[in-house]
C-alpha cells in the first residue's frame, strides 16, 4: 500500500514537471521573435564611393552629415540628398558634396566621385581661429580648436550645427564648442556650451565631436525635445573625457534663434565612462567599459530605426593589445609619441536605446550601459589593420549610413550601408 501511494505521487510529481516544462517552452516561443533591438545581421553593405579630386579633400572628413533635396540634379538611384563634409584637415574648411551610387570594390580606382555642390569655406565664419577659454573668475585665456569635429543638418531650424574641439587639449579646458550656420555655411552663430560649464559631467572632453538626431519621438517621450546627439572620445579619456564613448542630448534653439554667445546649453547626460586610472589603464577589466584601451577611438553614429526595431550604433576603431605609451611600434597604426594599443579591428558598437531610456528617467546610470552586439567589417574596410571610421551620416528616410574610413594617411572613402527592412 505505501509502495503503491509513492509511486503514485511520483508519477503526479514527474507530471507536474512535465506541465511545468511545457509551460515554459510555451512562455519562451510565446515571447516576440525580435527583442525590438537592431543587431549586426540587420546591416546590408551597399558599397563605397570616393571623394572629389584635388589637395583639398585629401586628409578629409572628420565630420560628415546628411541633407535630404541637397542636390536637386541627382538621379533617382535610391542614394539622393548631399552630404556636409570637411575638407583637409589643416584648411578647416566644410563643403557640399553629391552622393554617387556605391560600388562594392576593394579597388578605389573603380570608385565613383563624388561632386562639389558648395566649395569648401569657414563654416565657423572665423570662431575656429579664435579661441577664447574664460576660467571660472572671469579671466580670458587663449585656446585652441584643431578642427571641425561634428556637423549635423537640424531640418526644424534649417541649419547645419557643427562642434570645434582641441583634441590634444592637455590643460583639459573645458571650452565651448557648439554653433550653427545658414545652409550655404554664412551667418555663423555660437559659441555654446553642451551642458553646465564647470561641471566635469558636461565637461568638453566628452561633448566636442560627433554630431547626430535621436527620433523625435523617442527625444519626446524621454528627453524633453532634445534631438541632438552629441560626444566626444579622447585618449585615455584623460583631461575631461571618457573612457569609451559618449551621449548627450541638447536642443540649442530652446535657446534662441539663435542663443546667444556663450549659453549653457542644457543637456542630459545619456551615456559616458568615467576615467579610472591608472587602474584601467593596467587592467582594462577595471574599467566600466570592459576591456576598455587608451588608444581606442569613435568616430560617429547614427540612431536608428525600423520599423518596430531601433539601435545607436557607434563607428570607430578599437585597440586589441595592452596599453602602451611612447612612440609607435610596429603592430600599431601611428608612429608618434602617445597612447598605442596594437594590434587593431575597425568596430561598429550596437547600443540599447531602452537602455538609455533608463539612464534619461534616472533607472540606470550612464556607465551602467554597455554595447549588446559588436560588429567587425573585416569583408567591407579597405583597410582591415589601420583603417578608421573618422565620421557618420544618416539618411533616416531611407535608413542609409554613410560612415567615412581613413583608409591611410590622405585617402578617404565613403562606405554605405542600408538597414534591412522587415522580419
Known amino acids: 500500500m505505501n509502495s503503491m501511494n509513492r509511486s503514485r505521487k511520483a508519477s503526479v510529481f514527474l507530471l507536474f514537471i512535465f506541465i511545468g516544462f511545457i509551460l515554459a517552452l510555451s512562455e519562451v516561443h510565446a515571447k516576440p521573435s525580435t527583442s525590438g533591438l537592431l543587431y549586426s545581421s540587420d546591416l546590408v553593405y551597399k558599397g563605397a564611393f570616393a571623394f572629389p579630386k584635388g589637395d583639398v579633400w585629401s586628409y578629409s572628413g572628420q565630420a ?48 565613383l566621385r563624388a561632386r562639389v555642390l558648395q566649395g569648401q569655406q569657414d563654416i565657423t565664419g572665423g570662431h575656429i581661429d579664435n579661441c577664447v577659454y574664460y576660467t571660472r573668475d572671469g579671466r580670458k585665456k587663449q585656446c585652441t580648436y584643431r578642427e571641425i569635429s561634428g556637423l549635423e543638418y537640424l531640418d526644424d531650424v534649417r541649419k547645419v550645427a557643427w562642434n570645434v574641439r582641441d583634441w590634444y587639449n592637455v590643460s583639459g579646458l573645458d571650452m565651448d564648442s557648439l554653433g550653427w550656420s545658414n545652409l550655404d555655411m554664412t551667418h555663423a552663430q555660437g559659441l555654446w556650451h553642451i551642458g553646465e560649464r564647470f561641471n ?34 579622447r585618449q585615455a579619456g584623460a583631461h575631461g573625457g571618457s573612457q569609451g564613448p559618449t551621449l548627450y542630448a541638447s536642443a540649442p534653439w530652446e535657446h534662441g534663434n539663435p542663443p546667444k554667445p556663450r549659453i549653457q546649453v542644457a543637456s542630459i547626460a545619456l551615456l559616458y565612462y568615467p576615467e579610472i586610472y591608472p587602474d584601467c589603464i593596467e587592467k582594462p577589466a577595471l574599467c566600466h567599459y570592459k576591456g576598455y584601451r587608451a588608444d581606442d577611438s569613435w568616430g560617429g553614429g547614427a540612431w536608428v530605426e525600423v520599423e518596430n526595431r531601433t539601435a545607436v550604433l557607434i563607428f570607430g576603431r578599437k585597440g586589441q593589445g595592452k596599453n602602451f605609451y611612447g612612440d609607435g611600434r610596429g603592430m600599431d597604426c ?30 540606470r546610470k550612464p556607465w551602467k550601459v554597455l554595447p549588446y552586439d559588436t560588429y567587425v567589417p573585416k569583408k567591407e574596410i579597405h583597410n582591415l589593420r589601420c583603417g578608421e571610421f573618422i565620421s557618420v551620416a544618416y539618411d533616416s528616410d531611407r535608413k542609409i549610413i554613410y560612415a567615412v574610413e581613413a583608409v591611410d594617411e590622405g585617402s578617404r572613402v565613403v562606405h554605405v550601408w542600408s538597414i534591412l527592412n522587415g522580419k
Not at 217 to 224: E, T, V
Not at 338 to 356: D, N
Open 64 to 111: 560628415l552629415t546628411y541633407r535630404p533635396q541637397g542636390d536637386k540634379s541627382d538621379p533617382d538611384d535610391g542614394f539622393s540628398g548631399s552630404l556636409y563634409v570637411t575638407g583637409h584637415v589643416n584648411n578647416k574648411g566644410v563643403g557640399e558634396i553629391s552622393i554617387p551610387k556605391p560600388i562594392i570594390s576593394k579597388d578605389r580606382n573603380k570608385l
Open 200 to 233: 566635469t559631467e558636461f565637461h568638453n572632453g566628452k561633448t566636442c565631436n560627433y554630431l547626430f538626431k535621436a527620433p523625435k519621438a523617442f527625444s519626446d517621450k524621454y528627453l524633453k525635445g532634445k534631438w541632438l546627439i552629441s560626444g566626444n572620445h
Open 334 to 363: 601611428s608612429p608618434y609619441k602617445g597612447w598605442h594599443s596594437g594590434p587593431y579591428v575597425p568596430l561598429i558598437l550596437f547600443y540599447s536605446p531602452h537602455q538609455l531610456a533608463e539612464v534619461a528617467v534616472g533607472k
